[in-house]
């Protein structure tokens, strides 16, 4: 059985020479894995874990209230003052949130972050992918923030400090207990890497 992507050179490479290959020159069950001295979890897919839905009641929530206010604004000051007419400028508003609500479905559904044996990983975004690894050995500061509109919703954000501020990463909307857990969990793994150097 193949492990790893197709994309990955290191495995694609080492399948396309098993095909060349007779019988006699083709790996053990145990796998190419097991030859390179690597473990198979290594190479396993990660299990990614989305957001909760509240971050997105949040941020639709906040939408209309800000669009509703500007589409208020937008159609009745230019009617009393100008011509009803002008009250179509509220139909500008009103298209940027219906965009608006569907972006922001779409970028709460891209978000999710993965825990695995040496780093962590992040991922978003629609357009453009971005995908944070951030080692646990690198971190030195994990704190869980809440304002008060996320307090509100019950959520917490988990914001990742690491040696380099180019892999500092956050990870939005959560759960105060998961927030808390993963963050125990991230100091800890990060205490026990920083001793192994």
Do not use: C, K
């Not at 019988?23 to 990660?46: I, L, N, V």
């Not at 965009?99 to 779409?106: A, I, N």
């Amino acid at each position: 059985m193949e492990t790893g992507s197709p994309d990955d050179p290191g495995t694609a490479g080492a399948t396309r020479a098993a095909d060349r290959a007779g019988p006699a020159d083709q790996p053990s069950p145990a796998g190419p894995a097991d030859h390179a001295g690597q473990a198979g979890p290594a190479r396993e897919e990660p299990v990614w874990t989305g957001l909760p839905p509240g971050l997105l009641r949040m941020r639709r929530l906040l939408l209309v209230v800000w669009l509703g206010l500007l589409t208020l604004a937008a159609g009745v000051l230019p009617a009393l003052f100008l011509t009803p007419l002008w009250a179509a400028l509220a139909l500008l508003p009103l298209a940027l949130l219906a965009w608006g609500w569907v972006m922001l479905g779409r970028n709460w559904r891209s978000w999710r972050y993965a825990e695995r044996a040496d780093d962590l990983l992040i991922s978003r975004g629609v357009l453009w992918r971005e995908e944070t690894v951030v080692p646990y050995g690198r971190m030195q500061l994990v704190e869980v923030t809440s304002g008060p509109v996320e307090r509100h919703f019950g959520l917490a954000s988990v914001q990742l400090h690491t040696a380099a501020a180019a892999t500092d990463a956050t990870i939005p909307g959560l759960d105060p207990a998961e927030a808390e857990r993963l963050r125990d969990r991230l100091t800890e793994l990060g205490e026990a890497r920083s001793a192994g150097l």
